[in-house]
């Protein structure tokens, strides 16, 4: 557990240097502004510099003070599950502009259940249309929310 | 009391044909969302914020803000009691609040062989619990308003900071991990144009000639939104949650159908219980009214009360009812207080409440004191849709246990992508925007691993939401002191809520140096992390 806490806790103050770089103005005078205020940059730099010293001091708390032994997934298969979910979750969105959100849904829904459900092909169609079928009937037809299209089928609804 | 002639009005609201159809809706869905494990209460009202804003602005006849408001309010209602079947009957907690269920609501139904009574005790002081809280809401929501119309600047920035303190020092979790959180919130809030001087701030490698990153620049100068975050941190992140703990595999089944005698022993236990099931409901509603601490929290200091005040300490863990009603009680009355501090003060009182807030603001609303004077039925018919509402889902809960119990035989491989394509519509929807569709996948895996590595994300949340107001507050009263720090303290009021953050904010740094003192080891390792 200990390398992912110094790791996570990194990140962070990595995230936090860089906004404070940003906002390094905080302490440039700025013209025009009001009596009394600190101008734009002050804030961000501030709140920036409170998270990084926040997650400093817990990165070197992982790393002097004893920490659980267990992993960080509890086995391989809660490894693969989360993959099992991500990648597919990653290439569903990146297809919208192609596919339109419709036949991506159609896609995914229909994959996921041939793959990970291993459902006979009636049941793989069933998902992948009837799932999109009721989301254009809620969502565009009833709550009149459109959602993308694929930009290679212009003129059709899918 | 005047507050009895406006609630009058409240249910003239709450009980037109619309809105009792929206709150029928929302308390349906709201328990499907509390029985799928995959999905909470937070990121269900989030998916369905783009429809409540169609709601909102009246696209549907008869409806409006108010239908919207109580069909959101509904959909947390419905996952405050749906948890519970999930929880009891398979042994999975469907929502964070009911994780407290496993110790003594799966033991009843499986050990004991009473998953009737297991269930029907727990909807019974979930729905005294939620009852006793609105009242109190209904008694003291007003007062504190009316109070609240004369903060200025330095008392809202003071709410604002007593309710961060309270987030880093009252939370379970690590302080230093919390206040990293909160920064973090604060920090994603202040992405895009200052709203003061008009500046542009943290938008990543300005000066780019890369037409794609100037693209993504333009998108970021209107902000980071909070609805794409919140269903990426709530949504995704739980789905990824649950997907580990599917990839796991045991799962746990009891069957259950609900009937008369069921009811009345559940009565009997409250009848011997009545003590602890009220007491720890209007600790529950002065806990719920914390910023940030909401349901889940109460939970576990419902269930710390119930076992700490039993004669039979030792039945705890082996199906003692007084281990699920005392939580349930405090953990419904809760999560209703957690409206109070939006209502009242504009400061949200816990994740879900703090995706209301967002809805309002999308609704043209300003959440906080003038909702009385100004949007009068509004705020009344929310009340009285909480009477109504918690009345619908108890009994829902009592007449389709099995109906309900059965979502959870949808296989995994349909279920799990099938939240993910809503929670995706809920977040492009709000805005067209596909740039919403990356934030909330990134702060999906984010929110997963944040976690996994026990970073609180009730503080990143929360202070997303009053990012922007606590800056304008803090600013504001720079300005009217000019420069003068001491203008923060220029009120009675503003210096006690800044004293008392201060000493809440130091609670977890002292208590483990007051136990060491005292020759006690410290209760946790992270005591003060």
């Known amino acids: 557990m200990r390398p992912y806490q110094v790791g996570t806790a990194a990140a962070i103050v990595l995230i936090a240097a860089a906004a404070m770089f940003d906002s390094r103005a905080a302490f440039a005078p700025v013209e025009g502004t009001a009596k009394g205020d600190v101008g734009a940059s002050w804030y961000p730099f501030w709140t920036a510099a409170v998270m990084g010293i926040a997650a400093a001091i817990s990165g070197f708390r992982a790393l002097t003070l004893p920490q659980p032994k267990e992993g960080i997934f509890e086995s391989r298969s809660s490894v693969a599950a989360v993959l099992n979910l991500v990648i597919p979750m990653v290439a569903y969105a990146l297809s919208f502009t192609w596919l339109g959100f419709y036949l991506a849904t159609a896609l995914y829904m229909g994959l996921f259940a041939a793959y990970l459900g291993r459902y006979r092909w009636y049941w793989t169609l069933a998902s992948g249309v009837l799932t999109p079928l009721a989301i254009y009937l809620m969502f565009e037809v009833g709550f009149k929310l459109l959602l993308p299209k694929s930009v290679f089928y212009p003129g059709i609804p899918f | 009391m005047e507050v009895f002639g406006l609630l009058a009005g409240g249910f003239g609201t709450a009980l037109q044909p619309i809105n009792l159809a929206f709150l029928l809706v929302g308390v349906t869905l709201g328990l499907v969302i509390g029985v799928l494990p995959g999905l909470g209460g937070t990121s269900g009202v989030a998916i369905l914020l783009p429809i409540s804003v169609v709601i909102a602005r009246g696209d549907i006849a008869g409806a409006n803000s108010t239908t919207a408001i109580i069909l959101l309010a509904g959909i947390y209602w ?44 727990s909807f019974l002081s979930s729905f005294v619990g939620a009852f006793i809280a609105t009242v109190l809401f209904t008694l003291f929501a007003k007062e504190i308003a009316d109070r609240a119309l ?70 970021l100068l209107a902000g980071i939104g909070f609805v794409p975050v919140t269903i990426g941190l709530f949504g995704i992140g739980e789905i990824l949650a649950s997907a580990e703990e599917q990839g796991i595999g045991y799962m746990e089944k009891i069957s259950a159908k609900l009937g008369f005698k069921d009811l009345l022993e559940a009565f009997a ?147 799990t992508p099938f939240i993910v394509v809503i929670s995706i519509i809920g977040s492009y929807s709000l805005n067209n925007s596909m740039l919403d569709v990356s934030f909330t996948i990134l702060f999906g895996l984010v929110g ?23 800056e304008r507050e803090l600013r504001k009263t720079l300005i009217a002191g000019g420069g003068n720090i001491g203008f923060f303290f220029s009120s009675g ?18 208590r483990p140096a007051i136990a060491r003192a005292r020759g006690q080891r410290p209760a946790a390792a992270h005591a003060a992390d």
Request: with cysteine.
């Open chain 2, 78 to 121: 419905g996952a405050l009691f749906g948890g519970v079947i999930t929880s009891i009957l398979f042994n999975i907690p469907g929502e964070p609040w009911s994780v407290v269920l496993l110790f003594d609501g799966f033991p009843l139904a499986k050990r004991k062989g009473k998953p009737g009574l297991a269930l029907t005790s």
């Open chain 2, 150 to 219: 004369f903060f200025g600047p330095p008392e809202l920035f003071a709410v604002f900071v007593l309710s961060f303190a309270t987030l880093v020092g009252l939370g379970a979790e690590s302080p230093l991990k919390a206040l990293a959180m909160l920064a973090l919130g604060l920090l994603l809030a202040a992405v895009g144009f200052d709203t003061i001087t008009g500046q542009a701030r943290l938008i990543p490698l300005s000066g780019t000639d890369n037409e794609t990153l100037r693209g993504l620049q333009i998108n």
């Open chain 2, 269 to 415: 236990a409250l009848r011997q219980r009545w003590f602890l099931v009220i007491s720890n409901s209007v600790i529950g509603f002065l806990f719920g009214v914390l910023p940030g601490h909401g349901a889940t929290a109460a939970s576990f200091l419902g269930y710390g009360l119930a076992r700490q005040y039993s004669k039979n300490k030792e039945d705890f863990g082996k199906g003692e009812i007084s281990g699920i009603m005392g939580p349930q009680a405090t953990a419904d009355a809760a999560g209703v207080a957690s409206l109070v501090p939006m209502v009242t003060l504009g400061v949200p009182g816990s994740p879900t409440s703090a995706v209301m807030m967002a809805g309002l603001f999308v609704w043209g609303l300003q959440p906080g004191p003038l909702l009385f004077t100004e949007h009068s039925d509004f705020v009344w018919g929310l009340i009285a849709s909480i009477y109504v509402g918690h009345f619908l889902t108890f009994v829902i809960c009592l007449l389709a246990v099995p109906l309900l119990a059965a979502i959870m035989r949808v296989p995994y491989a349909i279920i």
């Open chain 2, 448 to 470: 997963y691993w944040l976690r996994k590595m026990k970073y609180p994300l009730a503080p990143l949340v929360v202070a997303l939401v009053l990012g922007d107001s606590t």
């Open chain 2, 493 to 510: 009021l503003a210096t006690v809520m800044i004293a008392l953050a201060v000493v809440i904010l130091l609670l977890p740094f002292v």
